[in-house]
């Protein structure tokens, strides 16, 4: 050190020293900083640690991509306790329970009533009927049909004519309020519950002109004047409806009520199953959210950082080490996450990629800075 001495009694600069690995060299200011030995040990532990940040990153947001893809396929992010309010409008989300019939579903032709969500009208006619099995000549026979037959096409028509056109059209009639979970049901998804099951209505109310056109017979109407040799052109008017009983919706709520979401085909579904049923059990195919997702990414960010801090061959005094270590951490992270949002949400890959450039600034910004004197 005798030569620096010298140098600085005539006021020149003292040349540059090379200081062996251990040893100390001389900082302006004529304070002595030890340069700490270079270890392959804590670069090679450095490596190690950022390889299993990105490693556990990338899982992660792999996971939730492939989740929000399967989300925006359906409509959106599913909400699975969701109530009744501002906070749910416009959102889409899964509700069960067994509806409430505010209003009754009503046939105002026959004046039948129904407390379910659908009341379904069936109209048959006795009528002809051609069976024709393989090559034998066809054979005719009389039964209840729901639709006109035409017979102009039977083989031979001579004898087995039909009336034709029905005087009353087989018809649904859906519920005017019902309510789910709190929430009202639009017509799509009432039509949409399956399975009906036979109703005997009340004729109490049976407007006088069909009263005297038809007779109650075990729970439907009929025009036959014997119900048990019914002939040609008779009618029969019976119901069903949709039992009330516990069902499972997802639909998107708008003003109040549940409609069918658009997934990305541009296509209205309408999904109503049967019994109260969980997300996964509507929705088989969709992928499990990465679970603890933040907690993984708060993981990685702290094994970057240390593998950083050990590349970087510790930290100095001041504590502008630990933040360039930190800044350097976040930029592969952020750059791996944003090329594997890219294609699924666009614009959280954009701001991840911003994020990487700015903390890739900020880094190189800070390590050119020269340390703080004490």
Request: proline residues 9%; charged residues 15%.
């Amino acid at each position: 050190m005798r030569a620096v001495a010298r140098w600085a009694k005539v006021g020149a600069a003292a040349p540059p020293l090379r200081a062996r690995r251990g040893t100390s060299v001389p900082h302006a200011g004529g304070r002595m900083i030890a340069r700490k030995p270079f270890s392959w040990g804590a670069r090679i532990a450095g490596c190690v640690l950022l390889a299993l940040a990105l490693l556990l990153l990338a899982a992660t947001e792999r996971g939730a991509r492939a989740r929000a893809a399967a989300e925006d396929a359906i409509g959106g992010a599913v909400l699975t306790d969701a109530e009744p309010g501002p906070g749910a409008e416009g959102g889409l989300v899964l509700v069960g329970g067994t509806p409430e019939v505010v209003s009754l579903a009503t046939d105002l032709q026959f004046a039948v009533t129904a407390k379910a969500p659908v009341l379904l009208r069936k109209v048959e006619m006795f009528q002809w009927r051609e069976l024709a099995y393989g090559g034998a000549p066809p054979s005719y026979e009389l039964d209840w049909v729901d639709h006109p037959v035409d017979s102009a096409h039977f083989a031979r028509p001579a004898g087995h004519e039909n009336p034709g056109a029905f005087p009353f059209a087989a018809a649904r009639f859906v519920a005017p309020s019902v309510r789910l979970g709190g929430f009202a049901l639009s017509e799509a998804l009432l039509q949409a519950i399956p399975g009906y099951e036979p109703y005997a209505p009340g004729f109490s109310q049976l407007p006088p002109n069909l009263a005297a056109s038809f007779q109650a017979v075990d729970g439907a109407l009929v025009t036959s004047a014997d119900p048990a040799a019914p002939r040609l052109g008779d009618l029969r008017v019976s119901w069903a409806v949709v039992p009330l009983q516990p069902i499972t919706v997802i639909a998107r709520v708008q003003n109040g009520a549940l409609v069918p979401a658009v997934g990305s085909d541009g296509e209205a579904h309408a999904r109503v199953q049967l019994g109260e049923r969980s997300l996964t059990d509507m929705l088989p195919s969709l992928p499990d959210a990465p679970r603890y997702a933040w907690a993984r990414r708060a993981l990685a960010l702290l094994l970057a950082w240390g593998g950083a801090m050990l590349l970087l061959g510790g930290g100095r005094r001041g504590g502008r080490d630990e933040i360039a270590a930190l800044l350097l951490a976040a930029v592969p992270l952020a750059a791996v996450a944003g090329a594997l949002w890219l294609g699924t949400r666009d614009a959280i890959a954009v701001a991840l990629f911003v994020l990487a450039a700015l903390a890739s600034a900020a880094a190189m910004l800070r390590l050119k800075r020269p340390p703080a004197r004490p």
